[in-house]
């Protein structure tokens, strides 16, 4: 199975900060990469597929980028609705897989 | 609009099974797949399966693999999922979610509100 490290597992940051995010697979999966964020008590929710698209609905504040292994995720003006867990998915091969996770809290 | 409704908290026993819907609502049924995804109190998200709404083909994870089930009512336009011969490490919110693609090899675009399944003694 492929394995996705998400990089850090948490991060504290205020309010207008420039926030990033990385998910490393342990094998190529070119652009099957997908970023969910996830609240307390709610499902996740898709921001980004094709490792760049933006989901529908989803600010323009949150891009992502990359491609075969190394992915990452930018929030560029962290809004305080944006505190949450986010998680990278690929769906390149079976079985699918996620990351473990990275928590962004406030400052 | 779009939405996905399971069904509600269920409680069971070491050795019990459980089934739990989805239904789903706001666009044509057949046209994008359902996978399962788990996740473990404080855990992470744990991929379990998915099944073609189109003609019933199934992939399930190699972990959960005889013990699982994953079937569709087209007319009801609800998928179902069965684990058996449950265990406590069972216990997690368990989600539906819709394939953003129609194989499994797809991001998920809508997902469930989640079913809490407990499984203690």
Same mark, same amino acid.
């Given at each position: 199975?492929i394995q996705?490290?998400q990089?850090?597992?948490?991060?504290?940051?205020?309010?207008g900060?420039?926030?990033?995010?990385?998910c490393?697979?342990?094998?190529?999966?070119?652009?099957?990469l997908?970023?969910?964020?996830?609240?307390p008590?709610?499902?996740?929710?898709?921001?980004?597929?094709?490792a760049?698209?933006?989901?529908s609905g989803?600010?323009?504040?949150?891009?992502?980028?990359?491609?075969?292994?190394d992915?990452?995720?930018?929030?560029r003006?962290?809004?305080?609705?944006?505190?949450?867990?986010?998680?990278?998915?690929?769906?390149?091969?079976?079985?699918?897989?996620?990351?473990?996770?990275?928590?962004?809290?406030?400052k | 609009?779009?939405?996905? #409704?399971?069904?509600g908290?269920?409680?069971?026993?070491?050795?019990a099974? #459980?089934?739990?819907?989805?239904e789903?609502?706001?666009?044509?049924?057949?046209t994008?797949?359902?996978? !399962?995804?788990?996740?473990a109190p404080?855990?992470?998200?744990? !991929?379990?399966? !998915?099944?073609?709404?189109?003609?019933?083909?199934t992939?399930?994870?190699?972990?959960?693999?005889?013990? #699982?089930?994953?079937?569709?009512?087209?007319?009801?336009?609800?998928?179902?999922?069965?684990?058996?011969?449950?265990?406590?490490?069972?216990?997690?919110?368990?989600?539906?979610?819709?394939?953003?693609?129609t194989s499994t090899y797809?991001?998920?675009?809508? !997902?469930?509100?989640?079913?809490?399944?407990? #499984?203690?003694?």
């Amino acid at each position: 199975a492929i394995q996705l490290t998400q990089s850090p597992s948490s991060l504290s940051a205020s309010v207008g900060d420039r926030v990033t995010i990385t998910c490393r697979a342990s094998q190529g999966i070119t652009s099957a990469l997908a970023w969910y964020q996830q609240k307390p008590g709610k499902p996740p929710q898709l921001l980004i597929f094709d490792a760049s698209s933006l989901a529908s609905g989803v600010p323009s504040r949150f891009r992502g980028s990359g491609s075969v292994t190394d992915f990452t995720l930018t929030i560029r003006s962290l809004q305080p609705e944006d505190f949450a867990t986010y998680y990278c998915q690929q769906f390149n091969s079976y079985p699918l897989t996620f990351g473990g996770g990275t928590k962004v809290e406030i400052k | 609009q779009v939405h996905l #409704v399971q069904s509600g908290a269920e409680v069971k026993k070491p050795g019990a099974s #459980v089934k739990v819907s989805c239904e789903a609502y706001g666009y044509t049924f057949t046209t994008s797949g359902i996978t !399962w995804v788990r996740q473990a109190p404080g855990q992470g998200l744990e !991929w379990m399966g !998915w099944i073609s709404t189109y003609n019933g083909n199934t992939n399930y994870a190699q972990k959960i693999q005889g013990r #699982v089930t994953m079937t569709r009512d087209t007319p009801r336009s609800t998928a179902y999922m069965e684990l058996r011969s449950l265990r406590s490490d069972d216990t997690a919110v368990y989600y539906c979610a819709r394939g953003r693609y129609t194989s499994t090899y797809t991001p998920f675009d809508f !997902w469930g509100p989640g079913t809490l399944v407990t #499984v203690s003694s």
